[in-house]
C-alpha cells in the first residue's frame, strides 16, 4: 500500500498478510463482511486516510469502498485504532467515550473485534 505517516498504516499492511494464512482465511470465512476505516492523524474528519477490510475476500485496500455500501464504517484517530487493534483499548469502551464513529450496521460492527487483527510480534 501507499507509504503514510500513520501508525494504524503498518498494521494495515501486517492485516493484509494475515489474511493470506490459515488464521486469517478463518476469519474470513466466520465474518464474511467488509469494514471501510477512515483513519484521521489528530482529529477525527480532518485529513482521513481510508481503508477497507475486506472480510469477504480477505483483503485491505488503501481507498473508500467501491463495490456498494460497506457493511459498517468506523471513524477513528490513529492513535486510537492503534490502541484497539492492538487490543490495549475496548471498542465497546471506546465507541461510548466517544473515541470510535460507527456508521451502517451496529450488528455488523460488533464483529469488529481485536481478533480479527494479527497479534503484534514480539520486538
Avoid: C
Avoid at 469502498?65 to 484497539?84: C, L, Q
Avoid at 466517544?98 to 456508521?103: D, S
Wanted: proline share 6%; net charge positive; charged share 25%.
Amino acid at each position: 500500500m501507499a507509504s503514510s505517516d500513520l501508525k494504524s498504516a503498518a498494521l494495515m499492511d501486517q492485516m493484509k498478510t494475515h489474511f493470506s494464512t490459515d488464521a486469517g482465511k478463518t476469519l474470513t470465512k466466520k465474518i464474511g463482511l467488509v469494514y471501510q476505516i477512515n483513519i484521521a492523524p489528530k482529529k477525527m474528519g480532518f485529513n482521513e486516510e481510508i481503508y477497507v477490510v475486506d472480510l469477504k475476500k480477505g483483503d485491505v485496500t488503501k481507498g473508500p469502498y467501491e463495490g456498494g455500501k460497506p457493511d459498517a464504517t468506523f471513524s477513528f484517530t490513529d492513535a486510537d485504532f492503534f490502541k484497539i487493534a492492538t487490543g490495549k483499548m475496548n471498542p465497546q469502551i471506546a465507541f461510548m467515550r466517544g473515541k470510535m464513529k460507527v456508521k451502517g450496521s451496529l450488528n455488523a460492527a460488533q464483529k469488529f473485534t481485536p481478533d480479527i487483527f494479527p497479534k503484534p510480534s514480539k520486538m
